[in-house]
């Protein structure tokens, strides 16, 4: 049972180069995540989605984009990478409705110099 | 803006000792409340979490307190161990027209010293 898998798990960008952070689950479940966790602090959510095709903004949105097309993947797209941006990203993903527990990758490690 | 507020935001406990972590929120329509506990390197992971039909849950030696009208929900952790040493989070998952939308409160690093 693998759960939720972000490939990769370490990156290296140059400023103004672009890349997708990769998402799966196999666990069958409608809502997914993106966060971004800067060191030290908390988990801030960039995009989120309740089911394939339906996508919405979180607290954190700007310089990424997100794409459901399936139930299974979710992946993220950085534009145009900025130092900014340097950060651990995590997806995560739960049942439709409430009361139910969020599962998370292990985290991809970006560093835009 | 921030859905949850946590308290403290780092704190300090010898071995032994209780930990106490508070989280207030002002969305009524939350009807879940977790606590995530993540390890350096690692994902959160959901440690406890309990339903506002209830006032207190206990697992082990961690227990979620519930006061629904201070809108506020506490984490206890007694006898606390070095092993208990992370970063605590609440996240009701929203409610209402929010329904899918899922925010972490600041986050408390928690050191238990030995």
């Known amino acids: 049972n693998a759960g939720v898998t972000q490939t990769p798990k370490f990156r290296i960008l140059k400023i103004g180069q672009s890349m997708t952070l990769q998402c799966t689950q196999d666990?069958?479940?409608?809502?997914m995540y993106w966060y971004r966790q800067d060191p030290g602090m908390g988990l801030k959510l960039i995009y989120y989605s309740v089911g394939a095709g339906i996508t919405d903004k979180g607290e954190v949105p700007n310089g990424y984009n997100v794409s459901r097309s399936t139930t299974e993947d979710f992946p993220l797209r950085l534009e145009l990478a900025a130092p900014s941006q340097t950060s651990v990203y995590f997806c995560a993903s739960r049942y439709t409705g409430v009361g139910t527990e969020a599962f998370f990758g292990q985290g991809t490690r970006l560093t835009v110099v | 803006q921030q859905q949850v507020k946590q308290s403290p935001q780092s704190l300090i406990v010898q071995k032994g000792g209780i930990s106490i972590i508070n989280c207030a929120y002002e969305?009524?329509?939350?009807?879940?409340f977790p606590w995530y506990q993540q390890f350096p390197g690692k994902g959160p992971a959901l440690l406890i979490a309990?339903?506002?039909?209830?006032s207190e849950k206990k697992e082990g030696r961690f227990t979620i307190s519930f006061n629904k009208s201070a809108k506020q929900f506490s984490l206890h952790i007694m006898d606390s161990q070095p092993g208990d040493s992370a970063t605590y989070f609440c996240a009701p998952p929203g409610g209402g027209t929010s329904y899918g939308k899922l925010t972490f409160g600041q986050g408390t690093i928690l050191t238990v010293h030995p």
């Open positions: 969305n009524t329509a939350f009807d879940y």
């Open positions: 309990i339903r506002p039909d209830v």
């Open positions: 666990m069958n479940h409608n809502y």
